[in-house]
């Protein structure tokens, strides 16, 4: 999908660029994708920045949240991963059945990032409007309109639309407006800045 930055900020990454560096924030100083200042410029973890779309499908608005992916981690677009206080993200677990896990944020990814053996790299991942997201590999139900969503017990980072305890997703709903057919891997979903919901 093709978003473009309406945070009015200088040296603000692409959205659609996987950078690399062992380091806490970049110096910006590509010079052949998506060229930015010369000048050491900082994008700090966390940084959440506002953006817009003229997609027809998953248009209009959206939030992204800015990243760090550990060594050997690969990013699929369409799963969700959660974070930790270092802004490191890991897929988010099919296992779920505890309290830990209450609370937790987690943002959709967007964007394919390859596994780097030496360094960790970041980039963008969506935490809210329309996004597109992978549903469980197991389902056999439909999925009708503007629904709550959970997490997968087949597939880690996958979504389904199965209610369980401790699967709730807070701030995330289905966004079709018609009726998905259970063999269709894809979700068009709304993100509010969703998190794991207790498990109660």
């Not at 779309?53 to 699929?76: C, H, K, R, W, Y």
């Not at 991942?125 to 997201?133: I, L, M, N, P, S």
């Not at 880690?156 to 807070?170: D, E, L, M």
């Amino acid at each position: 999908m093709a978003y473009f930055v309406t945070t009015p900020q200088i040296g603000v990454a692409g959205l659609n660029a996987v950078y690399t560096s062992g380091l806490l924030g970049f110096p910006w100083v590509s010079a052949t994708v998506n060229p930015l200042p010369s000048a050491a410029i900082e994008e700090m973890f966390g940084q959440i920045i506002s953006a817009q779309s003229t997609d027809t499908t998953v248009g209009g608005g959206g939030e992204f949240i800015f990243l760090q992916i550990p060594t050997s981690t690969t990013v699929t677009p369409g799963l969700f991963y959660t974070w930790d206080g270092a802004y490191k993200i890991a897929v988010v677990a099919t296992t779920q059945a505890s309290q830990a896990n209450s609370g937790r944020p987690i943002a959709l990814a967007i964007n394919t990032v390859s596994s780097n053996g030496t360094s960790n790299q970041a980039t963008w991942f969506q935490v809210q409007g329309r996004g597109t997201a992978l549903r469980s590999t197991f389902t056999t139900l439909n999925v009708q309109p503007n629904i709550p969503l959970y997490v997968s017990a087949a597939t880690a980072g996958r979504i389904r639309s199965t209610a369980s305890v401790f699967r709730t997703i807070i701030g995330l709903r289905s966004a079709n407006v018609a009726t998905v057919a259970s063999n269709v891997s894809t979700l068009l979903v709304y993100l509010n800045r969703p998190n794991i919901g207790p498990g109660i």
